[in-house]
């Protein structure tokens, strides 16, 4: 209906409003509205307050927006590690877990799991699947925005063309949104630390290297929703390394953490890195040190074309600390023009491994709230 | 007043709505609708027309958009080269004029003789001063989107933080609306040539480089509004080429038309080289070619990151014809993902010159209809 959202757009803030001030702010008639809040407030998505009146008068009904109208379900799923939870409409975690699942093990079985375990969070968190008003889901690989389902995921065998959201759907009888982990983690950076920030890119750094992109406080999917592939730029000096997507001197042959852990003894995954970079392991320090360098010379071209307020850096080996933002600055803050690094930051995740979960759920609560009527 | 830019923006498509079908499309009360379509009506914004019913009934009134209600003064400024022009409401060129005017003379000489202009231009299409509802102005220099200031040009001296649009506010007595060349060269083709478009980059490529971004169909002016300098971007094998801009290797001092022209005998500036190559000078023409997959090189880049539906290409040196296109298009293709360049279009400006002067006019245009109230 015509106004609903908008109405549950503006309450959404959390402020409490009363008839008159919604009129005022949306210009809508007073008899259209009192129809609007009477099915917002039949659906529980807001609650009345009676507000007493300063001058003594009769008490003016105010409504606010009821954060536990629904609860969410959210996940990121990894490679090889995957995080979920039940969340609130206010993106509050009401429970939440972690487990080791390998995603090549196929769809059916990763996302059966993942059934189960959504079934067990909600009666953790004393919820049913009557209270669940939308499903989000990060995949690590590429994923078509509009059917939500992968499309030549690399490290995904079994995934391609698997239709994730419907699978998902007859089996929870919610809507379920999928997009790519690196898109959610930026949405779930920006919404918990950034609110304010009109434009900002979030870097994960793991095995592979990929960002996510707001652009004018939404995410910028771009026009096939591959935007954020930096993985495969190519950078100077790498033309003899050879990277998994065919081409040679891409970003993430170079500088992704499979591509550490080839040149390090001792190191078979990107977590056995991060394990040498905390041990003080000399060379291990240097190869991420320089890794940063190769990462923030492919910023400092973004930095220049997009201008970004803000550059998050995220992902497993951005736990290596420091010294990848040391390589990353260092060379942002010397080939970018100074007009675009005057106000930049660079900095870590603020979420951190929950970045992905949290992104997740405001993917599904703003898709679940514009299409409330 | 709440709702009356809400309705314009609706009847700005051209097509005439009556009463009801307003209603229906905002959700406004009727009474609501008759009082802002009166102060539009007033104000000649929109037209009224009389519309037989097909039953016979009585004849419903609807309205539309008067792109006849007011005129747009506009002026593309370059460095030696200006465009200007008279335009109505839907961007028709209603009288226009081109001039050599060197912009190194300051900004007083300069926006002195723009005045001038304009009060010609206005009379040789029948209008006044009273007509106009807005001027908007190009520069080739950074401009600080929120003054209309120039921001440290380059090649504008005694220009850095000039008033412009007070200076030319105050003399023609409407509102005055400044940006750099590129942003509204990329506005003025989205406008013209793809309005269905959500993500298109448009680069020019002159004596410099730069490039306009349209992200969601409206333009990427970044955090400081220094979005689209791609032409200091380093480029590899140029780690010995000093740029103007102090730093080595940038893209502008390998593949800008200054750098070309400097290389060739017998071409001093970028139309210089442009007509070596129309002549079918061959170390012009491998020249441009070389520059074309340079600048490809930074494209394909940013098609990576930023994934948009068209490239277009203008700007002097883009009038040295296929071989540009063809350097681009060859780095691209080889160098950006498949799903990123599956739909890509890589094409030339279709507006050529008038692209900046086109842009400006939209620029004034959306704002002014959007404070209507």
Known sequence: MEGTAALLAILRDGQARTKADLAQLTGLARSTITQRLDV?????????HEEAIASGGRPATAFSFNQAARVVLTADLGA???RLAVTDLGTTILAERMADVQIDRGPEATLGWLVTSFHELLAEAGYTLDDVCGVGVGLPGPV?????????????????????PE????????PV??????????????????????????????TGIGCGIISDRRLHR??????????????????????????????????????????????????????????GNLPAIRLVRHAGREIGTVLASMVNFFNPATIVIG???????????AGVREVVYRRSLPLATEHLRIQFSELGGRAGMIGAAVMVIEQVLASVD
């Not at 999928?178 to 750094?205: C, R, S, Y």
């Open 40 to 48: 917002l407030l039949n659906e529980r998505w807001i609650v009345p």
């Open 80 to 82: 090889t590690h995957d």
């Open 144 to 164: 078509e925005h509009s059917s939500g389902r992968p499309v030549n995921p690399p490290i995904m065998p079994g995934w391609d063309g698997f239709a994730v």
């Open 167 to 174: 699978w998902l759907s007859e089996r929870l009888g919610v």
């Open 177 to 206: 949104l999928v997009d790519n982990d690196v898109n959610i983690m930026a949405l779930g950076e920006h919404w918990a630390a950034h609110p304010q920030t009109d434009h900002l890119i979030f870097v994960k750094i793991g």
């Open 222 to 279: 771009g026009s096939q929703g591959a935007a954020g592939d930096i993985g495969h730029i190519q950078v100077a000096g790498g033309q003899d390394v050879l990277c998994r997507c065919g081409n040679t001197g891409c970003l993430e042959a170079i500088a992704g953490g499979g591509a550490l852990a080839a040149q390090l003894e001792g190191a078979v995954t990107t977590r056995d890195v991060v394990s040498l970079v905390r041990a």
């Open 315 to 325: 992902g497993t080996l951005a736990e290596a600390g420091e010294h990848v933002l």
